[in-house]
T-cell receptor, first 115, second 111 residues
């Protein structure tokens, strides 16, 4: 596709449930990033992949959060035992090489609501 | 730890005005700085990327400047239009830190 896509666009779940959020980066982009944005705030970094490996996962808030990118393209962010505080917009971005000089292109986000 | 501050938090101007959005950051050891636009309920659109070796970048009515040593960047919007209404976010990228965002400036351009 022409841009970064994310599915679903909206996800409503109950406290304690497990959710998966999917990101399809721009074709050929080796770097992929996950961010979380709460209302009125800027996005906060969660994890960064270079190819298949997580190059930096320092932003994951706790061990309920996990992300994979098994083939170096699509990535899935997984949240176990969801809590109301996990409610936010989850944004995915990709860039050409992750060298630090490349523009990051963002998807539309997944709005997660935990009831 | 990089901290980013954007001033003002919100701005309302009549159509046609030129305006300046300010961004300051605490750690000047950055590779580049990006300015983004975010429309309500949408993702981020990259507007301009300034490399650390550059002092400014221009795209149409937008001009972004970077003073790395003082930890400041400005986004200048000329001849503002109602379609410019959005939240504008700046984000410096450091060598060992991920993209760090400010809270943004919420701009309203009134016709």
């Amino acid at each position: 596709g022409a841009g970064v896509s994310q599915t679903p666009s909206n996800k409503v779940t109950e406290k304690g449930k497990y959710v998966e959020l999917r990101c399809d980066p721009i074709s050929g982009h080796t770097a992929l990033y996950w961010y979380r944005q709460s209302l009125g705030q800027g996005p906060e970094f969660l994890i960064y992949f270079q190819g298949t490996g997580a190059a930096d996962d320092s932003g994951l808030p706790n061990d309920r959060f996990f992300a994979v990118r098994p083939e170096g393209s699509v990535s899935t962010l997984k949240i176990q035992r969801t809590e109301r505080g996990d409610s936010a917009v989850y944004l995915c971005a990709s860039s050409d090489s992750g060298s630090g000089t490349d523009t990051q292109y963002f998807g539309p986000g997944t709005r997660l609501t935990v009831l | 730890k990089q901290e980013v501050t954007q001033i003002p938090a919100a701005l309302s101007v009549p159509e046609g005005e030129n305006l300046v959005l300010n961004c300051s950051f605490t750690d000047s050891a950055i590779y580049n700085l990006q300015w983004f636009r975010q429309d309500p309920g949408k993702g981020l659109t990259s507007l301009l990327l300034i490399q650390s070796s550059q002092r400014e970048q221009t795209s149409g009515r937008l001009n972004a400047s970077l003073d790395k040593s003082s930890g400041r960047s400005t986004l200048y919007i000329a001849a503002s239009q109602p379609g410019d209404s959005a939240t504008y976010l700046c984000a410096p990228l450091g060598g060992n830190t991920p993209l760090v965002f400010g809270k943004g400036t919420r701009l309203s351009v009134i016709a």
